[in-house]
C-alpha cells in the first residue's frame, strides 16, 4: 500500500487567497483525521470523519476552514480566505476506525508526509 | 478524558548511549498506547503500540516501551542510540472503549543525538 497520500507537499500563497489541501487514505480505512502542526500548539486535530461522515469538527478553529470527505478515497481541507496565521504543517492520517469489527487495528492511525503551508 | 504528559521537552544524548523517553497518562482504564516519531520533515511514524497483553512491546527501530500500569506511564527505551534516531518523539493515548476512537497525543519529546 502506497499510505496515506497528501498534496501538495509544500504550499506558498498570500494571505487572503483560498488554499486546499488534499489527502488520499490507506484504502479500507474508514476513518480519515486532519491535524496542524505549529510550534506554539504542536499537533492540534481539526476535524475527523468516519464513513465519509463528519463527526466532530471542534477543533476546526474558524468559519474560514473547512473539510469535505466526497468518498471514502478523497478528503479536502479548504481555508477561504487565508492568513499568516494559518502558517503550518498540516497532516492527515487515517485508521480503519469505526465498522471494523474484531481488531484492535481499528486505533492505530497512519499519517501522510503532511502539506506545510506558507501564508505572506 | 484521556490526557498525555510528556515531561521533557528536549532529551540529549551521545550516539551509543541508552535512551528512555517518558510518557505518563490518565485515563479511567487501561488505555490504548502508542509511540510515533517524526524526523525533520516528515509525518508521523508509527514506532509501536499496547493494546492488552504483553506490558512490554517490542517495535521497530529497535525500539520497546513497557507499560506500567502502577505508574501511568508508558516509556520509550531503546539501549544504544544511534545518530539517525535524531527526531520528534510524540507518545499518545486512546480510549480501549466507548467508541470515540480519537488519541490524544503528548507535546513531544525532541531528541538530539551527540556523535
Known amino acids: 500500500d502506497a499510505g496515506v497520500i497528501q498534496s501538495p507537499r509544500h504550499e506558498v500563497t498570500e494571505m487572503g487567497q483560498e488554499v486546499t489541501l488534499r489527502c488520499k487514505p490507506i484504502s479500507g480505512h474508514n476513518s480519515l483525521f486532519w491535524y496542524r502542526q505549529t510550534m506554539m500548539r504542536g499537533l492540534e486535530l481539526l476535524i475527523y470523519f468516519n464513513n465519509n461522515v463528519p463527526i466532530d469538527d471542534s477543533g476546526m478553529p474558524e468559519d474560514r476552514f473547512s473539510a469535505k470527505m466526497p468518498n471514502a478515497s478523497f478528503s479536502t481541507l479548504k481555508i477561504q480566505p487565508s492568513e499568516p496565521r494559518d502558517s503550518a504543517v498540516y497532516f492527515c492520517?487515517?485508521?480503519?476506525?469505526?465498522?471494523?469489527?474484531?481488531?484492535?487495528?481499528?486505533?492505530?492511525?497512519?499519517f501522510g508526509p503532511g502539506t506545510r503551508l506558507l501564508v505572506l | 478524558a484521556q490526557s498525555v504528559t510528556q515531561p521533557d521537552i528536549h532529551i540529549t544524548v551521545s550516539e551509543g548511549a541508552s535512551l528512555e523517553l517518558r510518557c505518563n497518562y490518565s485515563?479511567?482504564?487501561?488505555?490504548?498506547l502508542f509511540w510515533y516519531v517524526q524526523s525533520p520533515g516528515q509525518g508521523l511514524q508509527l514506532l509501536l503500540k499496547y493494546f492488552s497483553g504483553d506490558t512490554l512491546v517490542q517495535g521497530i527501530k529497535g525500539f520497546e516501551a513497557e507499560f506500567k500500569r502502577s505508574q501511568s506511564s508508558f516509556n520509550l527505551r531503546k539501549p544504544s542510540v544511534h545518530w539517525s534516531d535524531a527526531a520528534e518523539y510524540f507518545c499518545?493515548?486512546?480510549?480501549?472503549?466507548?467508541?470515540?476512537?480519537?488519541?490524544?497525543f503528548g507535546r513531544g519529546t525532541s531528541l538530539i543525538v551527540h556523535p
Open positions: 485515563y479511567g482504564a487501561t488505555p490504548y
Open positions: 492520517a487515517s485508521s480503519l476506525g469505526w465498522g471494523t469489527s474484531g481488531t484492535q487495528e481499528k486505533e492505530t492511525q497512519y
Open positions: 499518545a493515548v486512546a480510549p480501549a472503549s466507548g467508541g470515540s476512537y480519537i488519541p490524544t
